[in-house]
């Protein structure tokens, strides 16, 4: 999970954290990563999308009443 507390948001600090992990991954031979991003989240997913992330799939989920 990636969270940032309100205080250090807007300062870069979650995209230096992502593109640290992005460097990390690949000296670490890790071709691929995957995130779970709310879909009501759009600063979550257009920070990702920033970097480069795609959306592949969608989860739909119901209460059973």
Known sequence: ALYIEEIYRKKGV???LIS???TWCL???IQ???VNVL???LKAKNLYIKHHFVTIKETMHTKIM
């Open 14 to 16: 979650a995209s230096s």
């Open 20 to 22: 640290s992990f992005k």
């Open 27 to 29: 000296e670490s031979g």
């Open 32 to 34: 691929e990563v995957e």
């Open 39 to 41: 879909s009501q989240n």
